[in-house]
């Protein structure tokens, strides 16, 4: 009779659950903000969210109310975003495991990219060949065509060509990606990741070119400049390096943070570098 009376009250136990209603339109993040591509030609700002939604933001200091308009389709953090095709095409990566494109200009959704097996962690662009990479958790990198939305080929950290050439596969360890950087000529790859290493690819032949050594920790952020020959990164070992892609080293060291360097931009000519870092 006890067990009995025991299984009826378990039974009989009220659980509570509580509901979140959201605003039809939130206006503000709700979380931290990942990445940021500007609009200069319309002077608008596209912010990732950590909330999931991608926010379009008018940087017109006349204009009152900064709000223009919320892109929702992902279901999980976004972590990059770039605008591509002259600001018409914004490409998106998230933890969803996706990578989206989406009409920069009427803010919907074109088409889903479901190659990736884990988190998308980080894109690339390419502006002279209109080429996207993308990189993540699953460790491997995708060589995207814009203008067609195909995806060339990829396999694991290695990336292949429209005609289905097979690269020869990285020699030691491999880690998930978490930065990655194509010159705007489109020929070269760099990837950075937990391994501490930078890996450098030649997306037209397959090639892996070299691989750089010197960071303590985790790549975090990285740049090329215009022709490919000089790599910036940024690493949660507090440093900035900068490497020379010719001489296959690094041919500078900043220590300029306190803890770990997460964000990276450069002026057009790459003579200056911002950087962003965990120590705020």
Known sequence: MAAHHRQNTAARRK???????RDEVEKYNRNGVNALQLDPTLNR?????????IRIWSVNQHKQDPYIASMEHHTDWVNDVVLCCNGKTLISASSDTTVKVWNAHKGFCMSTLRTHKDYVKALAYAKDKELVASAGL???????????????TASNNTVTT????????LSGNKDSIYSLAM?????????????????????????KLMKLKGHTDNVKALLLNRDGTQCLSGSSDGTI???????????????VHDEGVWALQVNEAFTHVYSGGRDR
């Not at 700002?45 to 939604?53: C, H, P, Q, V, Y």
């Open 45 to 53: 700002l596209f912010t990732a969210g950590r909330d999931s939604i």
């Open 138 to 152: 699953d460790r491997q990198i995708f060589l995207w065509d814009v203008n067609t939305l195909t995806a060339l």
């Open 183 to 207: 010159n705007q000529m489109g020929t070269v790859i760099v990837s950075g990741s937990t391994e501490k290493v930078l890996r450098v690819w030649d997306p037209r032949t397959c090639a």
């Open 241 to 255: 390096r900068l490497w020379s892609l010719g001489q296959q080293r690094c041919i500078a060291t900043y220590r």
């Open 15 to 21: 659980v509570q659950v509580s509901y979140v209603i």
């Open 162 to 169: 429209s005609f289905s050439v097979t690269a020869s596969s």
